[in-house]
């Protein structure tokens, strides 16, 4: 469905202000806007249920019930190109991780560094028998498995800045 341009500009600037996480391999969040026609078929695909449709109607990435397994389902069916095998990375995101997290507060927690694939999340015992959690964030690929896995909803996938990327 096409949009008028003033239709266009304020849904744009709404959405823009939310900053939502596309899918993988989404192209530039205006150039997202402009090509995605809503068809709701990525949404439909993913096998792990982790896109839902969110405001005006475009596709967002929602980690709360799991992570993305990278399968790249969502882009073979975007026919619109939207998403692109052309993009150089899934995604800009990096986990962040705060202080109601249990090892912070004595409690033995492993949940996190347990999925993860990429050996991002790490701890280091510290004085009075407390371990401290380490994120790499360079080896974070944000793919989100390590949210809905955590008792203390500690984890929060954010966006990395423009310029920087995960290693
Ligand atoms: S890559 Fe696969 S798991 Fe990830 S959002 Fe796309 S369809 Fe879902
Ligand atoms: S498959 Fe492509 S065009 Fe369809 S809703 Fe998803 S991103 Fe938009
Ligand atoms: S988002 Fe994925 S790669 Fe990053 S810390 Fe969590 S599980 Fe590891």
Same mark, same amino acid.
């Given at each position: ?31 997202? &806007? ?86 991002? &999340? ?26 809905? &896995?955590?008792?203390?909803?500690? &984890? ?12």
């Amino acid at each position: 469905m096409s949009l008028s341009t003033s239709k266009r500009n304020f849904l744009f600037a709404r959405i823009s202000a939310r900053n939502p996480v596309r899918p993988p391999w989404a192209l530039k969040e205006s150039e997202f &806007i402009d090509l995605c026609t809503r068809c709701d078929e990525c949404e439909k695909q993913c096998p792990v249920n982790v896109i839902r449709i969110g405001d005006g109607g475009y596709p967002e990435i929602d980690f709360s019930n799991s992570g993305c397994d990278f399968c790249q389902v969502c882009v073979d069916v975007c026919k619109s190109g939207a998403l692109s095998h052309q993009q150089p990375q899934a995604f800009n995101l990096v986990a962040s991780i705060d202080d109601s997290c249990f090892s912070e507060r004595g409690v033995i927690c492993r949940s996190c560094a347990e999925v993860c694939d990429k050996g991002a &999340i790490s701890f280091k015992q510290v004085v009075g028998g407390i371990s401290h959690l380490i994120m790499n964030t360079k080896s974070c690929n944000g793919c989100g498995e390590c949210v809905s &896995i955590c008792p203390a909803t500690a &984890i929060k996938i954010e966006h990395r800045s423009d310029t920087e990327k995960a290693g």
